[in-house]
């Protein structure tokens, strides 16, 4: 899995978990990778149990000493994508 997700160059983790969570997993996974990893937890009717999957998922992210960061909300709320996705600085006028 570290060989897989290491040959596509990403830049960050994006986990969401459900219902239940895969136990330590993901935390081991984010581990392995040394990657910024965002948690988020869904507010969708089809998610009515993300928020307990969330909440499983901490414990061994803050058991391994892990950061992260946390969202909470649909995938159309564009403040949550800013959060995750910072802005580009503004390049000074007359730059390439």
Do not use: H
């Amino acid at each position: 899995m570290v060989e897989f997700f290491a040959s596509k160059k990403i830049d960050a983790l994006l986990l969401i978990p459900g219902n239940f969570t895969p136990g330590p997993y993901y935390a081991i996974m984010a581990q392995a990778l040394d990657l910024p990893t965002i948690l988020w937890g869904m507010t969708t009717t089809g998610c009515l149990g993300g928020f307990r999957g969330l909440q499983q998922t901490f414990f061994p992210f803050k058991e391994l000493g892990l950061t992260y960061i946390t969202v909470i909300g649909d995938l159309g709320e564009e403040r949550i994508w800013r959060k995750i996705i910072p802005m580009p600085a503004p390049q000074p006028s007359g730059s390439a």
